[in-house]
Structures are given as structure tokens and as C-alpha cells.
């Protein structure tokens, strides 16, 4: 069972079509999902099976792959484990949740930034292109792209709480577009007073989104459709390839420069 536990789902359909029966009578639906690349061990993480709920299910499909044969099924190593009283998400809303951590440190650097802004030096501005870029290209592009394009077309997004998050996505597009065009001027206080703005919005809206929304959604969501949010997830970060790393290695590097400054004084 071990062999077919790190196989993907659509190759053992393909080999043992009865499993797609299976899943289907616990609401999986993998037959129609256009990716199949998750394996059948992550098929009960995604789906957030309980215990019980999942050694059935793989007794169910050890049946079918092995009918002659009295199959143990190996426990399936959980990644998520909920401390209590810690919030539990869904794996694809806990893919946004890790990437806020990252949104956060650049978020945690921006009074460090602005203590350092040079508008005068053409590497100073380049700092602040650098910033600027992994707010557009990381924060909005990439981690918006997963919110706005996938995750809240589930909803009816007349709901108060979805306006909400809309309106602070777009007030945070503005700061960023005042940023770059005080950057044009070299109008250093203008640049402060955007960049100091989208700290107190980034903060309070990450919040809200890991504490309220995204609990909430998953409340909402049934299986079915958070395997379907796992798998858009995962296109979306194929397109992107390498470049989230890139911006890890970016954040790293600053909290690096910034620390050693620290050291200095
Ligand atoms: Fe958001
Ligand atoms: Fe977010």
C-alpha cells in the first residue's frame, strides 16, 4: 500500500477506475479535476478527513488495488497539526497564512526602511523600487492573484466582509502607486507617509484575513471545493515557478542588512 500511497490520484484511477467511485461517495472529486497530481496520501490532508473517515476510505481503495489480500494500511503523517486552541485551516488556506508570514517580515522591515529612505542616491531609490516590487510582484501579483482571482469567486463578493478585504487590496494599490510617483518627485515625506500608511493597513488586513475570513470560508467551503481551491493554488504557484523563493531570499537578505546595521551602532 506504501507504493500506491505516494502515487498520483489520476494514475490510479486510470489503473483501478473504481477508486474514483470511492472518492466520490466521500465528495472527493478527483475524476474531474484537471490536475491529479496530488498524491493519494495528500488526498485525505487536502480534504481534511478525520481519522476514522480516513482509515475507511483507504481500507476501501487497499480493496480494490489488493482484492486478494489483507492490506495495513500505514498511518498518514498529518502536516498540519493544530496545537488546541490554535486556528486549523484548510491546506489551501493555509498556503495563504504561510504566505502572509512572509508579506509580514517585509511588512515588520518598513520602520527600518523608512529610518534609512535616500531619495537623493540612485541606490537608495533603487531600495525602494526593490520594496515596492515585492509588494506589487509578491503581495498583490502572486498572493492576490490566489484571493481575488480564485479563492473569493466562491463567494457572493457583495458580502460586507468581502468588500472589505476589496476595498483594502485597492487602498493598498493606491499607497503603492503614490510611492512611486513621490519616488519620481524624490519627495521623501510623501513616500514616508504611503509607506507608513501600507504598514498599518497590511497589518491590520492580514490580520483580519487569518483571523476572520479565511476561518470563516473554510467554514463555508465543502471538500469538494477546497481540493479544487488546492489544485488552482499549486497552478498558480507552477506559473510562478522559482520566483517566491526569490522573494523569501530578497526578505532574508534585508532582515540580514538590517540586523547587522543594528550590530554596528
Ligand atoms: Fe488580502
Ligand atoms: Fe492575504
Redesign the pocket.
Known amino acids: 500500500m506504501e507504493e500506491y500511497l505516494n502515487k498520483g490520484i489520476k494514475e490510479i484511477i486510470s489503473r483501478f477506475p473504481e477508486v474514483a467511485d470511492i472518492l466520490n461517495e466521500y465528495n472527493i472529486g478527483c475524476a474531474p479535476c484537471s490536475v491529479g497530481s496530488c498524491l493519494l496520501k495528500d488526498i485525505v490532508e487536502i480534504h481534511n478527513l478525520s481519522e476514522e473517515g480516513e482509515q475507511a476510505l483507504m481500507a476501501r481503495i487497499a480493496k480494490v488495488i489488493y482484492p486478494d489480500q489483507e492490506v495495513k494500511i500505514p498511518p498518514i503523517k498529518r502536516k498540519q497539526q493544530a496545537r488546541p486552541g490554535e486556528i486549523k485551516y484548510s491546506p489551501p488556506m493555509k498556503k495563504?497564512v504561510d504566505?502572509?508570514v512572509l508579506i509580514k517580515r517585509w511588512v515588520a522591515l518598513i520602520p527600518r526602511v523608512l529610518e534609512n529612505l535616500d531619495v537623493e542616491s540612485e541606490a537608495g531609490r533603487q531600495f525602494i523600487r526593490d520594496g515596492v516590487d515585492f509588494i506589487r510582484s509578491y503581495a498583490d501579483k502572486y498572493?492576490?492573484a490566489k484571493?481575488e482571482e480564485i479563492l473569493f469567486k466562491y463567494f457572493d463578493e457583495n458580502l460586507d466582509i468581502l468588500q472589505t478585504i476589496h476595498e483594502d487590496h485597492e487602498k493598498a494599490r493606491s499607497h503603492v502607486r503614490a510611492i512611486l510617483e513621490a519616488l519620481d518627485k524624490r519627495d521623501k515625506e510623501e513616500i514616508a507617509e504611503h509607506l507608513n500608511a501600507y504598514y498599518e493597513l497590511l497589518t491590520e488586513?492580514?490580520k483580519k484575513?487569518d483571523e476572520i475570513l479565511y476561518p470563516w470560508m473554510d467554514r463555508i467551503l465543502s471538500i469538494t471545493q477546497i481540493g479544487e481551491l488546492f489544485s488552482d493554488f499549486n497552478k498558480v504557484d507552477e506559473q510562478f515557478g522559482d520566483a517566491p523563493e526569490k522573494y523569501e531570499e530578497f526578505v532574508n537578505k534585508l532582515e540580514e542588512k538590517f540586523t547587522l546595521k543594528e550590530l554596528r551602532k
Do not use: A, S, V
Open positions: 495563504l504566505e502572509h498572493h492576490h484571493e488586513h492580514i484575513e
